[in-house]
């Protein structure tokens, strides 16, 4: 499939930092979660600081269904048909190839 283009649905983003988590997670034992504001005209975020930073938008998630003999599936990980790819190269004009079983076209 071939991205045409990515628009945002909304004027706010979140980040969030788990606690416990990477390479020193002792050293870090909170979570945080915080909203930031974007500026659609601008393609940019504003952090509190007022430091403005660039949008990049790219498909993090993006998949077909799976083959039936695959059974439920989540999206965590990435798998043969997609899911939690995390590509920032995957922006709109690029186009990506994912399988589509001949099960799913029997339903």
């Not at 979140?14 to 915080?34: A, C, H, K, Q, S």
Request: glycine fraction near 8%.
């Amino acid at each position: 499939m071939r991205i045409l283009d990515i628009e945002l649905r909304q004027n706010w983003g979140w980040n969030i930092f788990r606690g416990y988590m990477g390479t020193v997670p002792e050293e870090f034992p909170y979570t945080r979660l915080m909203h930031v504001p974007l500026d659609l005209r601008s393609k940019e975020a504003i952090m509190a600081s007022g430091f403005r930073i660039p949008l990049a938008p790219f498909f993090g998630q993006l998949a077909v269904t799976p083959a039936v003999v695959f059974g439920r599936q989540n999206s965590k990980e990435p798998r043969e048909f997609g899911g939690n790819l995390d590509c920032k190269e995957l922006t709109a004009g690029s186009m990506i190839y994912l399988p589509v079983w001949s099960s799913v076209l029997d339903r």
